[in-house]
């Protein structure tokens, strides 16, 4: 058979049971794994043979939904973590540690802003942040040469401003490192940064891979593409021996296909041991089963609230790149032509008062740190998720004050839009 098709994919992919094996992917439940010799086991501390001794490190189950996932991107390689932050700080510590630089999209989720610009910074890694409408000279200027990764969003979270991959990947390889790309709200179903030129792609699985509010979790997906060792000055981690791993050089190894997931999950994952649970990867299969089926429909429902408060004289402005006119829009026909995401971000008029105010009013649309789920949600994110930032870092972050960050469920959309409509009724202007 040729290529199967993404639908196809995320409902088979990842695990083929055998005769008499279970059809739905199986639940490995246990810490450990029985081996007959001492011998049997240390192959697999060598690296020399496949299998699972501890769960921290992998687990089958886990493995048989990264496959999936690894199968929906394009990839070579991929790993489960237990949240998306922890799949965003391995894939930049995987190659970055103290004395390093990294160049980010100043637009991306204030969590991984937080993580990047105060945590891994106190571990000694520098990071360089740029407008995601930056200049082709803004965006080389901010390279040192001390600079290992790029890092963006395929859609900003929640400023939901498209990234121009193929530029910032573009930048990326001329200054000899990969482009890490989080495709989280974006999905494999609406967009593939590896056919843009990205080179690691990570995920919020807790978002609409998952799609119920069920389980929180991660995915770090390895292109393939970058050649490490063409680059070895830079990446002494991958292209020199690994004296706690037994002298293995991965990239030597494991080659470009193996190399970046094989050390993270031989050396971070053994060190940090942010696993995902066996459980709850089984219920993110569960949600990678409809993916294809929900997204178009958060889209359409997305799309139907967008026109509505673009209509309303108590909108100050509305985000959604489905939506011509849109600023974005050109750029999301070009990597988003069959839609973007269920969410839609928007100003209030009167401020952040305003929007604090009107989401009280909401019936159908709950409060929550959560996004991207069959039920819709909403959040005002300078209070909560970016609360960390200045006005100025706000702005900067495309996430002003008044924004609020409307995440469309599965509803009908004329229940969605009645209930904003008697919301902001209420509101006094």
Not at 84 to 95: D, E, H, K, R, T
Request: glycine share 8%; proline share 4%; aromatic share 10%.
């Amino acid at each position: 058979m040729s290529e199967l098709k993404i639908e196809t994919k995320c409902v088979q992919g990842g695990y083929t049971p055998g005769n008499g094996e279970p059809r739905q992917i199986p639940i490995i439940q246990s810490t450990t794994f029985k081996y007959a010799t001492s011998e049997d086991m240390g192959k697999l501390f060598d690296l020399e043979a496949e299998g699972y001794f501890y769960t921290r490190l992998q687990n089958p189950t886990n493995d048989m939904v990264a496959k999936k996932i690894c199968e929906l991107e394009g990839g070579s390689a991929a790993m489960l973590t237990s949240s998306g932050q922890a799949a965003s700080f391995y894939s930049v510590f995987n190659i970055a540690g103290c004395g390093d630089h990294v160049v980010a999209s100043s637009a991306i989720y204030g969590g991984t802003y937080n993580l990047f610009a105060v945590t891994m910074k106190k571990m000694g890694i520098d990071f360089t942040f740029v407008s995601p409408d930056c200049t082709d000279e803004e965006l080389n200027a901010a390279f040192k040469p001390n600079t290992k990764a790029v890092f963006g969003e395929t859609i900003a979270n929640p400023a939901l401003i498209v990234l121009d991959i193929e530029k910032f990947a573009n930048a990326a390889h001329a200054h000899g490192v990969p482009l890490i790309i989080d495709n989280t709200f974006a999905t494999p179903v609406n967009c593939r940064p590896f056919e843009w030129g990205a080179d690691i792609v990570t995920h919020s699985t807790t978002k609409y891979m998952d799609g119920h509010g069920a389980g929180v979790g991660g995915c770090i997906v390895d292109s393939g593409n970058f050649d490490w060792m063409a680059h070895a000055d830079k990446f002494p981690g991958l292209c020199t021996p690994d004296e706690s791993y037994h002298g293995i050089t991965y990239a030597e190894k494991f080659g470009k296909g193996g190399a970046f997931i094989t050390k993270c999950t031989a050396q971070l994952m053994r060190d940090f041991g942010s696993i995902q649970s066996p459980q709850n990867a089984f219920l993110l299969n569960l949600g990678l089963e409809s993916l294809h089926v929900r997204i178009p429909r958060h889209c359409e429902n997305a799309l139907a609230v967008a026109k509505f408060l673009k209509s309303s004289d108590k909108i100050d402005w509305v985000n959604c790149s489905m939506l011509e006119g849109d600023k974005y829009y050109e750029r999301a026909q070009k990597y988003l032509p069959n839609g973007s995401c269920g969410v839609v971000s928007f100003g209030i008029k009167g401020g952040r008062k305003a929007a604090e105010a009107f989401m009280k009013e909401l019936k159908i649309a709950a409060i929550e740190t959560h996004v991207a789920d069959a039920r819709t949600c909403c959040l005002h994110p300078a209070s909560a998720t970016h609360r960390q930032m200045n006005d100025d870092e706000l702005e900067a972050a495309g996430v002003p004050a008044n924004l609020v960050r409307f995440s469309c469920g599965l509803e009908s959309a004329e229940d969605l839009i009645a209930d904003i409509a008697q919301a902001l009724d209420k509101v006094d202007f």
